[in-house]
Structure formats: structure tokens, C-alpha cells
């Protein structure tokens, strides 16, 4: 299994600019979520889903889109990029829909730095 | 204040001593969740608990539920344990997970 994977690694946009950062798994999980790591402060949820079709809102969703038109697949758009997004991103994902006692499978990171 | 805080913020420690890092959190939690981010950034999950003790290889993990406060132990550290430790809790009320701002350790020869 791959597990959860995530590119691109490095992006650097100009504001203004739109993106996707792609994140797939391959175990089958039915949540995913993403978070953005800034410095000095914790893992920020953006949006997570708890199955196909069902999206929702996180601690900080503005100017972030999600969809899941798949299990395997929970892509995040960037609809107009500001320098107040540079973070970096992570994709994580967790077998059933609640987190109750599901242990969290990260992806490796994206690194985004806005201009 | 935070809901999930840990201490210390770095530490720095020679080969083989023992290491302890703290988490103490203020919400109703269903599970605490201990992971490992190397420099090169992954996040790796090393523990879920949401009572008493595990131990994997040199790690342990304690939660007292009472107090809200868990503690990460890594016993004989060795320079391949430098990583940024993050506590973070499963909130009972939102099963959404609060992440702490993570434990710099480093581990020197």
C-alpha cells in the first residue's frame, strides 16, 4: 500500500492564483481531512469528509474547496491565493468516520508559498 | 490559553538519558493521540490511548484521564529520535482533533 500520498511537494504561487493539492489513499479509509501546520501553533483542520459525497467545514475553511467524488480522492482547491495561505498542508486519513479510536495515516506534506 | 498544551516547547538531551515530555488538555476527550514529525516533515503516528499505558520498543505512553495529562517517555534516546513530538486529542463533544504546538527534541552523540 502507498498510504496517503500528496503533491505536489514544493508550489509557490503568485496571489491571486488558483491550485488543487491532490491527496489520495489506498486503504480504503472513510475519513479524510486536511490540516495546515503554521508556526507556533498546531495542525489546523481546513475540511474533512467522512465518506464520498459528504464534505464538510473545519476551524478554517475560507478560501479552501474540497470534493469527494471518490473514496480514494480529496483534492483541496485554492480558489484565489493569498500570502496569508503559505503553510504547509497535510492530507491525513482514518478508517471509519469517527474518530473515536482511529488512528490518524499522514501524508507527507505540501509545502505552499504564496507571493 | 490552549486546549492542548505541551511542555517543554524544545529540549535537548545527550544519548541514552531518559526523556519525558508532557501533554495536558482541557477538553472532554475520547482517545489522545501521540505522533512523530521528522525534519524531512512526515507525521507518523506512534500511540492512541484513552487509558493507562502503552509501550512500543523504547516508547511509552501514560494518559491519567482525572487529570487530563499525559506523558511521552523515551527511555535510552538515541540521535534518530530527534523529531518534533505533537500530543493531540480526539474531543469528545466535536470528534475533531486538537492538536498541540509539538515538543522540539534533540538528541546529541
Known amino acids: 500500500n502507498a498510504g496517503v500520498t500528496q503533491t505536489p511537494k514544493f508550489q509557490v504561487l503568485k496571489t491571486g492564483q488558483s491550485m488543487t493539492l491532490q491527496c489520495a489513499q489506498d486503504?480504503?479509509?472513510?475519513?479524510m481531512s486536511w490540516y495546515r501546520q503554521d508556526p507556533g501553533m498546531g495542525l489546523r483542520l481546513i475540511h474533512y469528509?467522512?465518506?464520498?459525497?459528504?464534505?464538510d467545514q473545519g476551524e478554517v475553511p475560507n478560501g479552501y474547496n474540497v470534493s469527494r467524488s471518490t473514496t480514494e480522492d480529496f483534492p483541496l482547491r485554492l480558489l484565489s491565493a493569498a500570502p496569508s495561505q503559505t503553510s504547509v498542508y497535510f492530507c491525513?486519513?482514518?478508517?471509519?468516520?469517527?474518530?473515536?479510536?482511529?488512528?490518524?495515516?499522514f501524508g507527507p506534506g505540501t509545502r505552499l508559498t504564496v507571493l | 490559553k490552549n486546549e492542548v498544551e505541551q511542555s517543554p516547547q524544545n529540549l535537548t538531551a545527550q544519548e541514552g538519558e531518559f526523556i519525558t515530555i508532557n501533554c495536558s488538555y482541557s477538553?472532554?476527550?475520547?482517545?489522545l493521540h501521540w505522533l512523530q514529525q521528522h525534519p524531512g516533515g512526515g507525521i507518523v503516528s506512534l500511540f492512541m490511548?484513552?487509558?493507562g499505558k502503552k509501550k512500543h520498543g523504547r516508547l511509552i505512553a501514560t494518559i491519567n484521564i482525572q487529570e487530563k495529562h499525559s506523558s511521552l517517555h523515551i527511555t535510552a534516546s538515541h540521535p534518530r529520535d530527534s523529531a518534533v513530538y505533537i500530543c493531540?486529542?480526539?474531543?469528545?463533544?466535536?470528534?475533531?482533533?486538537?492538536f498541540g504546538t509539538g515538543t522540539r527534541l534533540q538528541v546529541f552523540p
Open positions: 491525513a486519513s482514518s478508517y471509519e468516520r469517527q474518530l473515536l479510536y482511529n488512528e490518524q495515516f
Open positions: 490511548l484513552s487509558s
Open positions: 477538553v472532554g476527550i475520547s482517545a
Open positions: 469528509s467522512v465518506g464520498a459525497g459528504i464534505t
Open positions: 493531540a486529542v480526539s474531543d469528545r463533544n466535536t470528534d475533531k482533533l486538537i
Open positions: 486503504m480504503n479509509h472513510e475519513y
